[in-house]
């Protein structure tokens, strides 16, 4: 049994998932984590490519949040969280220092 297609599989009554050995079930579940991850940083990198080259203004959406919402039709929670996972913001290094100087007192 191919374990790729069946990691596919719209859900777990789909015949397939019951017949799988546990060895090949356990490699499914390590595969698919493995496949998000690879697709969930490339997704982060193409909205904080997208926020840095202000694409969202440039193709006549008010901002980058009103982009993802309308290109992927997702919540404008979910785009914003996105958004906001892409492109971090830089901690001040004055409020590291204050925090180590903190924890040593």
Do not use: C
């Not at 940083?41 to 997208?50: C, F, G, P």
């Not at 830089?90 to 409020?95: N, V």
Request: charged content about 35%; glycine content about 4%.
């Amino acid at each position: 049994m191919n374990i790729h297609s069946t990691a596919l599989a719209p859900d777990a009554r789909t015949p397939g998932w019951a017949d799988l050995a546990d060895a090949d079930l356990l490699r499914t579940l390590v595969e698919t984590e493995r496949r998000r991850r690879r697709l969930d940083a490339a997704m982060r990198a193409a909205v904080a490519e997208a926020e840095r080259r202000g694409l969202a203004v440039d193709t006549g959406y008010r901002g980058t949040v009103e982009l993802l919402t309308d290109l992927l039709r997702i919540s404008a929670h979910e785009a914003r969280r996105r958004i906001e996972f892409a492109t971090p913001q830089a901690r001040s290094r004055s409020k590291k220092r204050w925090r180590v100087l903190a924890a040593a007192s």
